[in-house]
């Protein structure tokens, strides 16, 4: 059974820092696409980060590029997500996918706050 687990969020003022984690189980991680996505209230769940199973390509949104970066640690099947200038349209509830042939597995979310 595929579990993602986020970890991580939490209440940052603006120009703060937050790392959040995914620790999947279940899965054989490396052959994963992992990405990050995020849905503020009232609004769409939006790709923010992706990165790929094998070359582990990255791509961003428009929104995070200069200042997220995706990685991830096979060895520890996680996958991480660094948010540097973190500003209050950034709030929203993180998820973590996990993506492969077809399966589509998701985690729970963790709760990010920007606000002063």
């Known amino acids: 059974q595929v579990q993602l687990v986020e970890s991580g969020g939490g209440l940052v003022q603006p120009g703060g820092s937050l790392r959040l984690s995914c620790a999947a189980s279940?899965?054989?991680?490396?052959?994963?696409?992992m990405r990050w996505y995020r849905q503020a209230p009232g609004k769409e769940r939006e790709l923010v980060a992706a990165i790929g199973s094998v070359a582990g390509d990255t791509i961003y949104a428009d929104s995070a590029k200069g200042r997220f970066t995706i990685s991830r640690d096979n060895a520890k099947n996680t996958v991480y997500l660094q948010m540097n200038s973190l500003k209050p349209q950034d709030t929203a509830v993180y998820y973590c996918?996990?993506?492969?042939?077809?399966?589509?597995?998701w985690g729970q979310g963790t709760q990010v706050t920007v606000s002063s």
């Open positions: 279940g899965i054989t991680f490396r052959y994963y696409a």
């Open positions: 996918n996990a993506v492969k042939s077809g399966q589509n597995s």
